[in-house]
């Protein structure tokens, strides 16, 4: 504060404090301001910003459509050459005709009881160990964090034969055990969980405890009840992973009774038609389609929950 003087009627001096002017701060980009507020600068920037989000979406939206406009067109037209964007005649008899023959009913509900399992085992598995490791802090627990988060630099494609040959051993071929014990432990989802039951303030788990809850009961009476965002989006998470998985179901569930999705319609495709292919492929797609337009407010809600504390 700076002080000045000044005279009052009687004569005296009297300080009088000013506040000092406030600092501004410019941060420097690549075009400066002057430039992207320019009649040129605002059409570039528009332009570069449309063309960027154009092509991301075509990126991401194209193969859907290609391939549900491929289950619409007839054998001929999808191996005609140059290829048609648009179907000439386009059809739905496709998508039924792919129901019969992959018998998608049972594929969607064998990937649907897989993956109901595997979530069940994943939060029972991942919760507590996030919640361990967060709350009850025991001893060496980073270093405990630091080797499961480790394990995601893996490739899975490395850890792929011990885990089948354990498997094996264990008799569990053609057993949903076989896919349950794997998905149950996922340090991707184990650091997520932990990082958002950090943000969770300590007086109420201390309030909890000396309310005579123990760390069970506060951990499904306290730390859950405020986890459902971070729940939601690991739920998410299980459930698309082992809804898409094709590789372990693949060697675990040979019987053609007990494949996913997936691996049925892999199996199958070589005697189909590729527009049979398309519609199956389509409809497998679905259900995941729903979810995550049904969820994706939880998802972005869930992976920015607890990363700034406070």
């Known amino acids: 504060m700076i002080a000045v003087g000044a005279r009052s009627a009687t004569g005296r001096r009297r300080e009088t404090k000013r506040s000092p002017k406030p600092i501004q701060v410019q941060f420097r980009t690549i075009v ?5 507020n320019s009649k040129w600068g605002r059409r570039i920037y528009w332009l570069v910003l449309v063309a960027v989000i154009v092509t991301f979406t075509l990126a991401f939206v194209f193969p859907l459509y290609w391939m549900i406009t491929g289950a619409m067109k007839t054998p001929e037209e999808i191996a005609q050459m140059p290829p048609t964007l648009v179907p000439a005649d386009p059809t739905l008899g496709a998508f039924f005709e792919a129901w019969d023959l992959f018998d998608i009913g049972t594929l969607l509900a064998n990937t649907a009881y897989y993956a109901l399992g595997a979530w069940l085992f994943s939060m029972a598995v991942d919760v507590t160990a996030a919640y361990a490791l967060s709350k009850l802090r025991p001893m060496f627990g980073n270093v ?3 080797a499961m988060l480790a394990t995601l630099m893996i490739p899975p494609m490395v850890i792929l034969i011990p885990l089948y040959v354990t498997i094996v051993d264990l008799g569990l071929l053609n057993n949903a ?4 014990f794997p998905a149950a432990a996922n340090g991707f989802n184990i650091f997520l969980l932990k990082r958002f039951f950090d943000s969770i303030p300590r007086e109420l788990i201390e309030a909890a405890q000396i309310d005579g809850a123990g760390p069970l009961r506060v951990l499904w009476s306290v730390v859950l009840p405020v986890s459902r965002p971070i729940l939601g989006v690991v739920s998410i998470f299980t459930i ?3 809804f898409k998985d094709f590789v372990l179901p693949l060697l675990v569930m040979t019987d053609s009774d007990k494949m996913t999705i997936s ?3 892999s199996q199958t495709a070589g005697a189909v ?3 049979q292919v398309m519609g199956g492929l389509v409809i497998a797609g679905i259900p995941m389609i729903i979810v995550f337009f049904i969820f994706q407010r939880h998802i972005m809600a869930g992976l ?3 990363s700034i504390k406070g």
């Open 240 to 242: 698309v992973t082992a």
């Open 304 to 306: 920015t929950a607890g």
């Open 263 to 265: 691996v049925g319609l």
């Open 177 to 180: 055990w076989g896919l349950w």
């Open 32 to 36: 400066s301001p002057h430039q992207l």
């Open 273 to 275: 038609t590729q527009n």
């Open 144 to 146: 405990i964090l630091g």
